[in-house]
C-alpha cells in the first residue's frame, strides 16, 4: 500500500493511500482550496492519474461513467457548496442507475461548522436521498474507516453513489497507518429450490419471456445468459438503455423496452404468461409507464432477479423472489437442463420482429437522414467501440438503429439525463486509450456540458462527437406539440457553429448537411487524430424515427 511503510502521515495522505489499496486508477476533478491537501497527496501518486475538468457536473459524470463501466466505485473530487451542488448531476445518475461511485467534497474547517460559513453545506440534508450514504470525515484518524466503509457501501446490493464531506482542516490531522483489505463486493448466490421452482415456472409457462436490466453484469454472466436463453428458447428484452446485456445479432433477441419501443415488442411482453426480469427493476420507462404489469401484484406469473434485496416486493410482488447477483444468478442457470422441449419458433419470431423493426432506417424530411447515419455507423464501428450519449429525441435512433455488440458498450444514463455523452467519452477514452470512443449528442443536450471538450483537447483524447441539430429541445417539444399543439414556447433554439466551436478549442470541426456525405466527413474526423465534432443539421421537422412535428401536431389535435 501507498505510504505503508512512511509512518505517521496527514488525513489526506491518508485518503489517497486508500484509493490506491482500492485499485483506483483514475480520479476526475475540479480543484479547490477546500481539498489542496488531497491534491497535493495525489502530485506523489503516479498510480492514479487525475483528470481535471471544467465544471463539477461533467467531472462527478466520468467518475459515474467509469462506474457504469468497471463496476468498481468511480471518483470524483470537488470543492464545497457551490461545487458540491453542481456535482451533484453526475451523483443522481449514480443512483438512479445503480452505479457505484464516490463523490469526496471539501467542506468548511470544523471550529466554522453550523455558522453558515461560506460556502458550508449539510451533506447529509443535501445528498441523502439521492445517495447511498452521506457523511463527513470529522476526525483524521477515521479516514481509512469512512474510506473503506464508503467503497463497501457503494458496491454492495444495488448499487450507488456516496457522498463524503472533507472539512479542511481534517485533512492536516496526523493519522497512523492502517492495514486493511481491499474491498470485494459480497455477490450473493441463488439456491437450488430457487432455480428448481424457475426452471418448473419456464416449462409450465407456454409465452415466457426474459427481461435483463440492471447493473454488475460481467463477461461471464453475460455469456451465461446467452446460454440460458438458447437452452429454454427464451426471447429476451432489455431494459432502458440496457441494450449492451445481450446480443441483438443473438437469435433469442426481441428488442429493448425503451422509449418508442416496437409496439410489436409491447404486444409480445402483454401477452407472456411468465416474466423472468433478471437484475434491473423494470421502472417506469421500461414498463411503459407502469403500464406492462399490474401493481402491486402482477396478472402474469413474475420471477424477480436482484442482488438488492430491499428492491425485491417494492413495486412488484414476485411469484417467485431470487436475492442474487448478476454474476452469481447467470452462472449457476448452467445447473438446469431443459426436461422438456421448446421448440425455437417463439424467440426466432422475437428477434425477426426486432430485425424489421432496426434493420433499415426510415425515411424523413431533409438532406441528412439520421436513421442512415446509424445504420452506417452500425456497419462500420468496430464491436468494441464505446457509444456515448445523453437525452434528448435524437436517442431514438440509437435505440432503434445501432447495434451493440459487446457488454458494456453503451454509456448512456436510464435517467436520461442530459450533459452526459461528451464527460461519459472522455472517461472512456481516458479508461479505454486503445477503443474508438463515439459520442453523439443533441443541440441542447451538447451544451449542457460541452465545456469538457476542453478536457478532451488537453489530454489528446481523440474521439468522435455528434452533434445532432434541430433547433430546439426536440423531446420536450415533442411533449408540448401532444399537449398544446401549434403552442411552440421555451423550445426553440438558436444555435452556434458547433464545427467552429471544436476547431476554437483546438479540436477537429466539420458541417454534414447531407446525408451521403457523412461517412467520408466521419472518416476524416477520425483521421485527424484530434478530438473532433461534426455538426449534424437534420430537418427541424424531424422528431424521431418516422415522425415528424406536423403529424405529432395533427394526432393531438384530432384527438380533441
Not at 461548522?113 to 458550508?120: I, L, N, T
Not at 418448473?200 to 409457462?205: M, N, P, R, T, V
Not at 430491499?310 to 413495486?315: A, D
Not at 436517442?395 to 439525463?417: C, D, E, K, N, Q
Request: aromatic share 8%; net charge negative; charged share 20%.
Amino acid at each position: 500500500m501507498h505510504g505503508s511503510n512512511m509512518g505517521q502521515r496527514s488525513a489526506a495522505q491518508a485518503l489517497v493511500d486508500q484509493l490506491v489499496l482500492h485499485g483506483v486508477e483514475h480520479v476526475f476533478c475540479v480543484p479547490g482550496e477546500s481539498y489542496l491537501p488531497v491534491l497535493d497527496a495525489l502530485y506523489d501518486t503516479p498510480q492514479i492519474q487525475v483528470t481535471v475538468c471544467r465544471q463539477e457536473g461533467g467531472a462527478a459524470m466520468m467518475a459515474e461513467a467509469v462506474g457504469r463501466a468497471t463496476g468498481r466505485p468511480g471518483v470524483c473530487f470537488v470543492t464545497r457548496g457551490p461545487g458540491a451542488t453542481n456535482a451533484s448531476a453526475g451523483v443522481y445518475i449514480a443512483h438512479q442507475d445503480c452505479t457505484p461511485m464516490i463523490l469526496f467534497a471539501g467542506q468548511v474547517d470544523r471550529r466554522m461548522r453550523d455558522r453558515e460559513a461560506w460556502q458550508e453545506m449539510d451533506f447529509s440534508a443535501v445528498f441523502g436521498s439521492m445517495s447511498k450514504w452521506a457523511g463527513q470525515i470529522d476526525r483524521g484518524e477515521r479516514m481509512a474507516e469512512y474510506v473503506s466503509r464508503a467503497f463497501h457501501t457503494a458496491s454492495a446490493g444495488r448499487q450507488g453513489p456516496v457522498v463524503l464531506a472533507l472539512p479542511r482542516d481534517m485533512l492536516d490531522d496526523p493519522t497512523e497507518p492502517n492495514v486493511l483489505q481491499p474491498v470485494s463486493p459480497l455477490e450473493t448466490a441463488p439456491g437450488a429450490d430457487e432455480l428448481a421452482q424457475l426452471q418448473d415456472l419456464i416449462e409450465a409457462a407456454e409465452r415466457p419471456l426474459l427481461i435483463v436490466g440492471g447493473s454488475r453484469w460481467d463477461e461471464a454472466s453475460y455469456a451465461a445468459i446467452h446460454r440460458f436463453a438458447e437452452r429454454f428458447e427464451l426471447p429476451t428484452l432489455t431494459s432502458y438503455r440496457r441494450g449492451s446485456l445481450f446480443d441483438p445479432d443473438h437469435r433469442c433477441y426481441g428488442g429493448d423496452l425503451g422509449l418508442g419501443a416496437n409496439p410489436k415488442l409491447i404486444a409480445r411482453v402483454k401477452a407472456a404468461d411468465l416474466l423472468i426480469l433478471a437484475g434491473g427493476r423494470l421502472g417506469e420507462v421500461a414498463s411503459q409507464g407502469y403500464s406492462l404489469l399490474d401493481i402491486p401484484a402482477p396478472k402474469v406469473k413474475l420471477v424477480h432477479i436482484h442482488p438488492g434485496a430491499e428492491e425485491i416486493g417494492r413495486v412488484y410482488q414476485p411469484h417467485l423472489a431470487i436475492h442474487a447477483s448478476p454474476r452469481r444468478f447467470a452462472p449457476a442457470l448452467a445447473a438446469l437442463t431443459p426436461r422438456i422441449a421448446r421448440g425455437p419458433a417463439e424467440a426466432e419470431a422475437a428477434h425477426r420482429d426486432y430485425l424489421d423493426w432496426s434493420d433499415a432506417a426510415t425515411p424523413q424530411p431533409g438532406a441528412l437522414n439520421f436513421g442512415e447515419v446509424m445504420v452506417w455507423l452500425r456497419g462500420h464501428l468496430p464491436p468494441e467501440t464505446m457509444l456515448c450519449n445523453g437525452a434528448g429525441a435524437y436517442a431514438a435512433w440509437i435505440h432503434r438503429f445501432y447495434r451493440f455488440r459487446r457488454l458494456g458498450t453503451h454509456m448512456a444514463p436510464a435517467v436520461a439525463s442530459m450533459g452526459y455523452g461528451v464527460p461519459a467519452a472522455v472517461a472512456m477514452k481516458r479508461l479505454y486509450p486503445e477503443r474508438p470512443v463515439l459520442c453523439v449528442a443533441g443541440d441542447g443536450d451538447f451544451l449542457m456540458n460541452g465545456q469538457e471538450f476542453a478536457t478532451a483537447v488537453q489530454y489528446k483524447l481523440p474521439f468522435v462527437t455528434l452533434v445532432v441539430d434541430n433547433a430546439s429541445y426536440g423531446s420536450i417539444r415533442m411533449n408540448q406539440e401532444m399537449a398544446f399543439p401549434g403552442r411552440v414556447s421555451a423550445t426553440d433554439l438558436v444555435n452556434p457553429d458547433f464545427a467552429a466551436y471544436a476547431r476554437a478549442f483546438g479540436g477537429y470541426g466539420a458541417t454534414v448537411e447531407r446525408t451521403e456525405d457523412f461517412a467520408d466527413a466521419f472518416c476524416a474526423a477520425e483521421a485527424s487524430g484530434l478530438p473532433a465534432i461534426l455538426h449534424l443539421k437534420i430537418d427541424p421537422e424531424v422528431m424521431t424515427p418516422g415522425s415528424t412535428l406536423s403529424q405529432i401536431r395533427e394526432r393531438a389535435l384530432a384527438g380533441r
